[in-house]
């Protein structure tokens, strides 16, 4: 059963998450943070949530907004969806006590060549003032599967800054990824997919292991960036995006690798084990401390 162009636009109710120190230190937790910012909840300054955790926001209304009978496809192509590349981008921090708000729409469906490509655009608000936190725009790859009607596109993503040329030496940070990680991420984060903890789908979906979800080697990118080149303070982050390109199975070494940045953007890629792209065409986006 194909895509249906013709769902373009479709948005989903809003779901609203009242923030607890819970939430916020599980996600931290599960990317094996220590760092007090997320951690130490007693401390004068309270806690920050990581960057990352809008995407355990955003893992609900992906599934509304996949389930609709709308969008066409069976079960079994729906769950062919690879996450392509995640463009997240950070108006003010996470705290303990926020209510936030987010919705999914869909802003582009078009045919690529393994299948069909489904762009989704993400805002998280305030539920009390309606002001944005994070929006995110997150591509999938349904592989395979046909689109029914035109190519339509609503909206773009976002051009990205261009980073200046740095003539620093190439960093390299090796990044261990315990074989529990993907366990620990799924419950810590709230984001389930079986092929992420289950071998024996995994191996059902053609996939030689259970692999890393994308979104958690994105955020472990984006912790050691944040140590790194913005002074241990997540606030500074604005925005952080890379494509998904490799598979990462639990048990292995990956490799971040960046250059000192030269203002406020910093390029990156991360290697699997094997040499291959992880993530490709990382680009971080620093910023004054906010708080």
């Known amino acids: 059963m194909p895509i249906r162009s013709a769902a373009l636009g479709n948005q989903t109710p809003p779901q609203v998450v009242d923030i607890t120190p819970r939430r916020l230190l599980s996600y931290a937790a599960g990317l094996g943070e220590s760092h007090p910012h997320y951690l130490d909840d007693a401390a004068t300054t309270g806690i920050v949530g990581h ?62 060549r393994p299948g069909a490509l489904v762009l989704t655009k993400f805002e998280t608000v305030d539920d009390r003032t309606d002001a944005p936190v994070a929006t995110s725009y997150a591509s999938s790859i349904y592989r395979g599967v046909e689109v029914e009607g035109e190519d339509m596109c609503i909206e773009e993503t976002p051009g990205l800054p261009v980073a200046a040329q740095s003539a620093a030496d190439l960093t390299q940070v090796p990044i261990p990824i315990a074989r529990e990680a993907p366990h620990v991420y799924t419950e810590c984060a709230r984001i389930w997919n079986p092929i992420h903890t289950e071998r024996q789908v995994a191996l059902q979906a053609g996939l030689p292991d259970i692999i890393l979800h994308g979104t958690a080697t994105w955020a472990l990118a984006a912790s050691h960036l944040i140590q790194r080149c913005a002074q241990a303070d997540p606030t500074r ?34 290697c699997n084990a094997e040499g291959e792209p992880a993530i490709s065409q990382g680009i971080a986006v620093l910023g004054e401390p906010q708080g």
């Open 237 to 270: 982050l604005r925005r952080f995006t890379g494509r998904f390109t490799a598979m990462v199975i639990p048990g292995s070494t990956i490799t971040l690798e960046y250059r000192e940045p030269q203002g406020d953007t910093v390029s990156y890629s991360v």
């Open 51 to 112: 960057p990352a955790f809008c995407v355990a926001l955003e893992w609900p209304v992906t599934l509304m907004l996949r389930d609709e009978e709308s969008l066409g496809m069976s079960w079994e192509e729906r769950i062919r969806g690879v996450h392509a590349a995640q463009d997240s981008i950070f108006h003010r921090p996470i705290y303990p006590g926020d209510r936030l708000r987010t919705v999914a729409s869909l802003v582009q469906i078009r045919r690529i």
